[in-house]
C-alpha cells in the first residue's frame, strides 16, 4: 500500500511560473524523499529532508516537511520545459520506503 | 560511472514462461531492491537486499524470486509468467538501507500475453 500521496495529480502551467505539489503520509518517518521521472525513464533523486528538518533547498527546489500534520511540499521555482515529468514522493520509515503515485507536472513553453 | 543498470530494456513473455531480469550496479552499494511501476499506483517494492547472502520480501513478492550472490548484483526472476505481471520493473540501489537517495536503473518494460 502506498504510504505517501501527492496532490494534486496533474498539474499544468506556464514557463516562469512556480510549481507547488503537496504530499501526506500516515506513519512516522525517518525521511522523506522527493523523485523525478521523466516519460519512459527511471526515477532520479532530487532531494532528501530528514524528520528533525523543516525546510532544504537545492537550486531552484524548496522542500518543507511539516511532522506534525504529516505533509510534505515541493516547490520548483521559476520553472522550465524541462521541468515537464512526473514528482514523486517516497517516505522511508523503518527501512521501508514507500512512493506515492506521482503528481505529473506539464511546463508549457 | 555506470550507476545502476537493466538489462533488458523490453520483453514480451507468454504465460507460463520464466525469466530473469538482470541488475547490476558499479558503485559498491550494500542495499539493493525491485519495484514494479503500474499506472496509477506508483512504484510498489517486491524484493528487497541488505548485503551480499541477505534478501526479504516486500509488498507485492509472490511470483518472484531473487539472490544476492555478489554485492553488484540482484537478479529478479519470475518464475511463471502471468498477465498480472505485465509492467515496468525497476530496480534501484543505495549506500546503506535507510538515510540515503536511491539510483534507480532505466526500467524493464515487460509485457506477457
Known amino acids: 500500500s502506498q504510504q505517501g500521496e501527492e496532490d494534486p495529480q496533474a498539474l499544468s502551467i506556464q514557463e516562469g511560473e512556480n510549481a507547488t505539489m503537496n504530499c501526506s503520509y500516515k506513519?512516522?518517518?525517518?525521511?522523506l524523499q522527493w523523485y523525478r521521472q521523466n516519460s519512459g525513464r527511471g526515477l532520479v533523486h532530487l532531494i532528501l529532508i530528514r524528520s528533525n528538518e523543516r525546510e532544504k533547498h537545492s537550486g531552484r527546489l524548496r522542500v518543507t516537511l511539516d511532522t506534525s500534520k504529516k505533509s510534505s511540499s515541493l516547490l520548483i521555482t521559476a520553472s522550465r520545459a524541462a521541468d515537464t515529468a512526473s514528482y514523486f514522493c517516497a517516505t522511508d520509515a523503518n527501512n521501508d520506503m514507500r512512493f506515492g503515485a506521482g503528481t505529473r507536472l506539464t511546463v508549457k513553453p | 560511472n555506470a550507476g545502476v543498470t537493466q538489462t533488458p530494456k523490453f520483453q514480451v513473455l507468454k504465460t507460463g514462461q520464466s525469466m530473469t531480469l538482470q541488475c547490476a550496479q558499479d558503485m559498491n552499494h550494500e542495499y539493493m531492491s525491485w519495484y514494479r511501476q503500474d499506472p496509477g499506483m506508483g512504484l510498489r517494492l517486491i524484493h528487497y537486499s541488505v548485503g551480499a547472502g541477505i534478501t526479504d520480501q516486500g509488498e507485492v513478492p509472490n511470483g518472484y524470486n531473487v539472490s544476492r550472490s555478489t554485492t553488484e548484483d540482484f537478479p529478479l526472476r519470475l518464475l511463471s509468467a502471468a498477465p498480472s505481471q505485465t509492467s515496468v520493473y525497476f530496480c534501484?540501489?543505495?549506500?546503506?538501507?535507510?538515510?540515503?537517495?536511491?539510483?534507480f536503473g532505466s526500467g524493464t518494460r515487460l509485457t506477457v500475453v
Open positions: 534501484a540501489s543505495s549506500p546503506r538501507e535507510t538515510g540515503y537517495g536511491y539510483t
Open positions: 506513519t512516522s518517518i525517518n525521511n
